[in-house]
């Protein structure tokens, strides 16, 4: 199943800032993503996005999973 990774408006903010956009959109994580994990591209626990949402569109092509991200990662 194809991945797609979606920002919030935060996120998206962060990641622009930190030229982390493309890398992020491009990860294809699959099924290891659950609901409430923190995403971590440095050391720094302050830097992690949380996964807020997964939703499995299914089309006319193969299903794909839409995996979103917020930012700062809170709790």
Known sequence: MKMRILLTSSARAFAEENGWV???EAL????LVQLG???ALT???????KVIRR??????????????LD?????
């Not at 294809?28 to 099924?31: A, K």
């Not at 720094?44 to 996005?49: K, N, S, T, V, Y």
């Not at 930012?71 to 709790?75: E, L």
């Open 55 to 68: 939703r499995i569109q299914v089309g006319a092509d193969e299903p794909v999973l839409d995996v979103t």
């Open 28 to 31: 294809q994580l699959g099924g």
């Open 43 to 49: 050391d720094e626990p302050e830097h992690d996005f």
């Open 71 to 75: 930012f700062p990662a809170r709790g």
């Open 22 to 24: 493309d890398y992020l």
């Open 37 to 39: 994990d923190r995403l």
